[in-house]
């Protein structure tokens, strides 16, 4: 796969980082910081699992554990709040898979307005659409459709 248009991506790419730095810097962290704490204390019946995001737990054979490091250890890489309240964020991390071989991860959460908690909306390893970020997984780089 490859990206269909790399300089209009690579414009959108940088106004991209730009905006979410300013929201990750802005209300992301500190929404992401919350979200450790309450899971340092609740665990998992702090989240939500939608049903897509259980299915791929288990398809990518994701477990309970490695989402708890992700999400202690991890960093936010974009954060979101639409009009309606709505935050959606992207959380990075690696999980040990061997004594010097680790695993990127991307944890999509999502919370609605008058929602309680987060959701886990899927989870993903991102070197399975690489041309889509930076070398370290951490930058989206291609925002077009991909095609063969």
């Known amino acids: 796969m490859v990206c269909k248009d790399p300089e209009g991506c690579?414009?959108?790419s940088k106004e991209y980082s730009l905006a979410y730095a300013c929201e990750?810097?802005?209300g992301g962290q500190e929404e992401f910081n919350k979200l450790k704490e309450v899971y340092a204390t609740k665990g998992l019946s702090?989240?939500?699992f939608s049903k897509h995001a259980q299915q791929r737990m288990l398809e990518r054979a994701i477990s309970e554990t490695e989402l708890r490091t992700i999400?202690?250890?991890g960093d936010i890489i974009e954060y979101h709040q639409n009009?309606?309240?709505t935050t959606k964020m992207v959380v990075w991390g690696h999980i040990r898979i061997s004594s010097k071989k680790y695993r990127p991860l991307h944890i999509i959460?999502?919370?609605?307005?008058?929602?309680?908690?987060y959701s886990v909306v899927t989870l993903y390893d991102p070197r399975t659409e690489a041309w889509r970020w930076d070398k370290t997984y951490t930058k989206r780089?291609?925002?077009?459709?991909?095609?063969k």
């Not at 959460?109 to 908690?117: M, P, Q």
């Open 46 to 48: 702090c989240l939500g």
């Open 10 to 12: 690579k414009k959108k």
């Open 109 to 117: 959460l999502k919370k609605r307005a008058n929602d309680s908690k």
């Open 24 to 26: 990750i810097e802005i």
């Open 83 to 85: 009009e309606f309240g």
């Open 71 to 73: 999400i202690f250890d």
């Open 141 to 147: 780089i291609c925002f077009c459709v991909a095609t």
